[in-house]
């Protein structure tokens, strides 16, 4: 099987569990990491909780992170890395949609293990960060690849489920569905994550589209071998549309034309990976049929 089989049936193996609430998903693998905490650590009492996190703490919490979210994915995805033969490769090679079938950190392998870094002084080394209490540490658990993955499928979700009106066509509701990613993904930044500015990243980037639009190209069931090539015309669709320096977390909405501009763009890739593709399509999304 190719790689469009692994992004097919993993989308088809993780929906069920992005249609479950999210504070459940995240309640069941912060009480994963702290049942492994228990077994390292022993009982912990409220003062240990209380105190700020140590260093041989942060260290053995980020490595019970990684082999929990390891745990966690291969829980979900067990049957379809059996089927492509995943268990077969010890060193759990780099594969699958987003790398998402990969291991947690390529340090594992030939060039040995490498610690997790440890807090440190900011880029200007004026200060250390606040030390996290040990309790907020395992609240706060989010190294979860699997986790990350499941909530991008229920944005997908979402917005086709929103885009599917009866009588649309199916060219109109890629539209739709891109154009509701975009809206989603803003008011996410901007609203839920009170974005205001950014250092490390354009504008863009925190939108996420990029990792959504390869989801939305699979339930939708648009042509093409590579889900991810339909993410990559995001940052094309930027520099055509966005000609002046813009500011999005002081504006009230995308750059104008950017979102339309992102839903032709998929559609006309679909087109050119399969011409005839939207005159001879049942729309049915994951697991089109032909007529």
Known sequence: MGIRALWDETYEALLPHALRPTDELHREYRGAVFQAWLTWHGDTTEEQLDSPVSDDQFLVLRAIEGACA???????????????????????????????WGTPARSTGTEGFHRPALPRPDRFGVEMPARPSLRDMLFRVVSNECLWTVNEI??????????????VAPVDRVRKTVNRLCLGAWHHEVEVNQR??????????????????????????????HPDE????V??????????????????????GFASALGEECVRLAQHKEPEWFTEVDWVGLGRQRR
């Open 196 to 225: 205001r500015g950014w250092d490390d990243a354009e504008w863009w980037q925190y939108l996420g589209l990029e990792r959504l639009l390869p989801w939305a190209a699979v339930a939708l069931g648009l042509p093409g071998e």
């Open 154 to 167: 229920r944005d997908v979700h979402t917005s086709i489920v929103a885009a599917s009106q009866a009588g």
């Open 230 to 233: 339909y993410g990559h015309l």
């Open 70 to 100: 390891l745990a966690w994915r291969d829980a979900l995805l067990g049957p379809v890395l059996s089927r492509h033969g995943h268990a077969d490769h010890p060193s759990r090679p780099f594969g699958g949609p987003h790398g998402l």
């Open 235 to 256: 940052e094309s669709v930027v520099s055509s549309t966005v000609s002046s320096s813009f500011g999005p977390w002081t504006a009230q909405a995308l750059p104008p």
